[in-house]
């Protein structure tokens, strides 16, 4: 099976890809910088056993603004769409990201699944996500996960009973909260550059 790959930092257009038959796409990246107008993701995996996997971590500080829209259509039997994001908000930045995953009739045997968690880090950031599924065949397995939330009080107070400050226990929960998905990443340059990332954008930040 061939592999394409794609490792974003930023996201300053529409993206479009066509995933055919036996075919894989892996997309990886940490996004740290906003914009303004919404950006569309799109896949459509096009063929019999076509895959896509997305793994995206999204930095946000300051007023960084997300609007991500993310629209994956399966027409192929056995395919496969995992779409895996995480989101650290800090400041008054926020994220609104859709995300629409379809799997066309009589399509057998074929997997879809969306998860995005968002990690609030201050009282002014902001997360909404829309998951939409729209199943038109029996023959599948398809579903979705959603979390906005802030630091646990008990995680902070462990770290905090270990001598590390409060703003410090953020911090490293924040950090391996960011890093939770990149054991998903197959390609292991793509998973090296995820990790790099995360970390120079927690060493900036310290």
């Given at each position: 099976?061939?592999?394409?790959?794609?490792?974003?930092?930023?996201?300053?257009?529409?993206?479009?890809?066509?995933?055919?038959?036996?075919?894989?796409?892996?997309?990886?990246?940490?996004?740290?910088?906003?914009?303004?107008?919404?950006?569309?993701?799109?896949?459509?995996?096009?063929?019999?056993?076509?895959?896509?996997?997305?793994?995206?971590?999204?930095?946000?500080?300051?007023?960084?603004?997300?609007?991500?829209?993310?629209?994956?259509e399966q027409r192929g039997d056995r395919s496969?769409?995992?779409?895996?994001?995480?989101?650290?908000l800090r400041d008054t930045s926020n994220i609104?990201?859709?995300?629409?995953?379809?799997?066309?009739?009589?399509?057998?045997?074929?997997?879809?699944?969306?998860?995005?968690?968002?990690?609030?880090?201050?009282?002014?950031?902001?997360?909404?996500?829309?998951?939409?599924?729209?199943?038109?065949?029996?023959?599948?397995?398809?579903?979705?996960?959603?979390?906005?939330?802030?630091?646990?009080?008990?995680?902070?107070?462990?770290?905090?009973?270990?001598?590390?400050?409060?703003?410090?226990?953020?911090?490293?929960?924040?950090?391996?909260?960011?890093?939770?998905?990149?054991?998903?990443?197959?390609?292991?340059?793509?998973?090296?550059?995820?990790?790099?990332?995360?970390?120079?954008?927690?060493?900036?930040?310290?």
């Amino acid at each position: 099976m061939s592999m394409k790959t794609l490792f974003l930092t930023e996201i300053d257009k529409d993206i479009s890809f066509r995933v055919k038959a036996n075919e894989s796409l892996e997309i990886a990246g940490v996004l740290k910088s906003g914009w303004t107008h919404k950006r569309t993701l799109r896949i459509l995996c096009d063929g019999e056993h076509a895959r896509a996997n997305i793994v995206l971590a999204t930095q946000g500080c300051a007023s960084d603004s997300f609007p991500l829209e993310i629209i994956t259509e399966q027409r192929g039997d056995r395919s496969s769409v995992t779409i895996a994001m995480r989101s650290v908000l800090r400041d008054t930045s926020n994220i609104f990201c859709n995300g629409m995953m379809s799997i066309a009739k009589g399509v057998k045997g074929s997997r879809a699944s969306f998860a995005h968690h968002a990690l609030l880090l201050s009282s002014t950031s902001r997360a909404k996500i829309i998951p939409s599924l729209e199943i038109h065949s029996d023959d599948v397995i398809a579903g979705h996960a959603v979390t906005v939330g802030r630091p646990e009080e008990e995680h902070l107070l462990y770290l905090r009973s270990r001598g590390i400050d409060a703003q410090s226990a953020t911090r490293l929960l924040a950090y391996g909260f960011a890093l939770r998905d990149a054991g998903n990443i197959r390609d292991p340059q793509m998973r090296s550059d995820f990790i790099k990332a995360i970390d120079e954008y927690a060493q900036a930040h310290a």
